[in-house]
């Protein structure tokens, strides 16, 4: 069994895997960093200034998250208690604006009580405050346990499956496609970065709070693409067809989308999704005030295979010509055709691609790598694989690149030349 040349490999016979260009191994590209993986540059800043906060953003704020308002001096300001019953003499005094001379007094009174509330809702209100955020809130109907807690499994699903539901909707902000594979991930993920998670009571929810700043775009293409995709399932099971799909596509559904909400429902009796946007920032252009939940159940699930299954053959492949640094080369033997690993520098939405190359384009880019230069090559990106792999390559030529960027290449073939002439073939001239 041949190894696949994206794994990483021992330096021996005619393979070898050369280093990033700092000399550091490649960093995993599925990795997705949310809040508690990636520091966001509000980590350590404490609770939202009083100074900064709007009174109507924060009354906007009780009021989604079930605080009760019970009057209060009429056009001065209003009188709000925890949701649920007993609230305990807990209450909040939150003016009507920043006209009033105790504006500032009232509203640090008020976040202070709502820092040291045992109501779940008090931080998730300071949440908002803090960081001007998209709410979406991930629901999963499963057997409870003691207490209503839930197996430690279940928690583990219901995150991931969120992931996957972000990054889906950040694929989507990146540009429309029936699957993306490797496209466009880099920068999904990096659009992903900064965001805060919450776990509701009992494990059977999560709130994902995206700051509008940096995530606005991905709230409001999962919002699109979670009501088409529910259009499209709800047309299948009342007709049998998938045209629906094919036409969802530009709304942002995906195979990526699909899987996703396979891997909330499955196990579970049902699932939904609710947005809420940021009061701060106001509703987007296109989008409903207060959407409604999407919600999805296992009779879903045949549709939803059914339509990944289906975006994932009919992705086509497409032309591209690629700027790229070999990093891995690889051949049977010392003559003939071999394999070669580009981490990709320009011509497409992917970190790495390989290729099979014949013998001349293959010594063509050993020799490039030799002299610290990335090389262009022709060819169809393929779907198959995830958008890895390029076929029909052709035009093998070196690139010239800055001093900086050649530096980085030279350094990389120097701390590695002995093995890296073993995998080119030796002098085969």
Same mark, same amino acid.
């Given at each position: 069994?041949?190894?696949?040349?994206?794994?990483?490999?021992?330096?021996?016979?005619?393979?070898?895997?050369?280093?990033?260009?700092?000399?550091?191994?490649?960093?995993? #590209?599925?990795?997705?960093?949310?809040?508690?993986?990636?520091?966001?540059?509000?980590y350590g800043s404490g609770g939202p200034d009083p100074a900064r906060v709007d009174p109507v953003v924060l009354g906007a704020l009780?009021?989604?998250? $079930?605080?009760? /308002?019970?009057? $209060?001096?009429?056009?001065?300001?209003?009188?709000?208690?925890?949701?649920?019953?007993?609230?305990?003499?807990?209450?909040l005094l939150v003016p009507e604006s920043r006209a009033f001379p105790d504006c500032e007094d009232l509203l640090s009174e008020a976040?202070?009580?709502?820092?040291?509330?045992?109501? #779940?809702?008090?931080? !998730?209100?300071?949440? $908002?405050?803090?960081?001007?955020?998209?709410?979406?809130?991930?629901? %999963?109907?499963?057997?409870? &346990?003691?207490?209503?807690?839930?197996?430690?499994?279940?928690?583990?699903?219901?995150?991931?499956?969120?992931?996957?539901?972000? +990054?889906?909707?950040?694929?989507?902000?990146?540009?429309?496609?029936?699957?993306?594979?490797? /496209?466009?991930?880099?920068?999904?993920?990096?659009?992903?970065? &900064?965001?805060?998670?919450? #776990?509701?009571?009992? =494990?059977?929810?999560?709130?994902?709070?995206?700051?509008?700043?940096? $995530?606005?775009?991905?709230?409001?293409? +999962?919002?699109?693409? +979670?009501?088409?995709?529910?259009?499209?399932?709800?047309?299948?099971?009342?007709?049998? =067809? *998938?045209?629906?799909?094919?036409?969802?596509?530009?709304?942002?559904?995906?195979?990526?989308?699909?899987?996703?909400?396979?891997?909330l429902v499955r196990g579970a009796e049902g699932a939904r999704i609710a947005l809420a946007w940021s009061p701060s920032a106001g509703?987007?252009?296109?989008?409903?005030?207060? #959407?409604?939940?999407?919600?999805?159940?296992?009779?879903?699930?045949?549709?939803?295979?059914?339509?990944?299954? /289906?975006?994932?053959?009919?992705?086509?492949? *497409?032309?591209?010509?690629?700027?790229?640094?070999?990093?891995?080369?690889?051949?049977? =033997?010392?003559?003939?055709?071999?394999?070669? %690993?580009?981490?990709?520098?320009?011509?497409?939405?992917?970190?790495?691609?390989?290729?099979?190359?014949?013998?001349?384009?293959?010594?063509?880019?050993?020799?490039?790598?030799?002299?610290?230069?990335?090389?262009?090559?022709?060819?169809?990106?393929?779907?198959?694989?995830?958008?890895?792999?390029?076929?029909?390559?052709?035009?093998?030529?070196?690139?010239?690149?800055?001093?900086? !960027?050649?530096?980085?290449? *030279?350094?990389? +073939?120097? !701390?590695?030349?002995?093995?890296?002439? !073993?995998?080119?073939?030796?002098?085969?001239?």
């Open positions: 069994m041949h190894r696949p040349i994206d794994e990483p490999v021992q330096p021996h016979g005619g393979s070898y895997a050369l280093p990033s260009a700092n000399g550091q191994p490649h960093p995993h #590209p599925l990795h997705l960093p949310l809040a508690d993986d990636v520091p966001a540059p509000w009780l009021d989604r998250h $079930g605080w009760r /308002r019970r009057g $209060g001096a009429a056009g001065r300001y209003a009188r709000w208690t925890p949701p649920g019953p007993a609230p305990g003499g807990t209450s976040l202070t009580a709502l820092a040291r509330s045992a109501a #779940p809702s008090a931080r !998730e209100v300071l949440v $908002g405050l803090a960081v001007p955020s998209d709410e979406i809130r991930w629901w %999963r109907d499963v057997p409870q &346990g003691p207490s209503g807690a839930v197996a430690w499994t279940v928690q583990e699903q219901l995150r991931s499956a969120s992931r996957q539901l972000l +990054l889906a909707g950040a694929l989507a902000a990146r540009g429309r496609a029936g699957y993306y594979g490797a /496209r466009h991930r880099r920068q999904a993920l990096a659009a992903l970065e &900064g965001i805060l998670v919450g #776990p509701a009571p009992g =494990g059977r929810g999560l709130t994902a709070f995206v700051p509008v700043e940096t $995530g606005r775009s991905v709230a409001v293409s +999962l919002h699109h693409a +979670l009501h088409a995709t529910r259009e499209a399932v709800d047309y299948q099971r009342a007709t049998g =067809g *998938m045209e629906a799909f094919d036409a969802a596509v530009e709304a942002g559904v995906s195979r990526e989308l699909t899987e996703a909400v396979v891997a509703v987007p252009e296109g989008c409903a005030a207060r #959407p409604e939940p999407v919600e999805f159940s296992p009779g879903d699930l045949p549709a939803l295979r059914e339509a990944g299954a /289906r975006y994932l053959r009919d992705e086509p492949s *497409m032309p591209v010509r690629i700027t790229g640094a070999v990093v891995r080369m690889r051949r049977s =033997g010392t003559r003939g055709e071999g394999t070669v %690993r580009l981490r990709v520098l320009a011509g497409a939405e992917v970190p790495h691609v390989r290729a099979v190359l014949d013998e001349e384009s293959y010594r063509t880019a050993g020799h490039a790598h030799l002299v610290g230069l990335p090389i262009r090559v022709i060819g169809r990106l393929e779907s198959r694989g995830g958008f890895r792999r390029l076929s029909d390559a052709t035009g093998v030529v070196p690139v010239q690149v800055d001093e900086a !960027e050649r530096d980085r290449l *030279m350094k990389a +073939l120097h !701390e590695n030349l002995d093995f890296f002439e !073993e995998a080119c073939g030796g002098d085969d001239d």
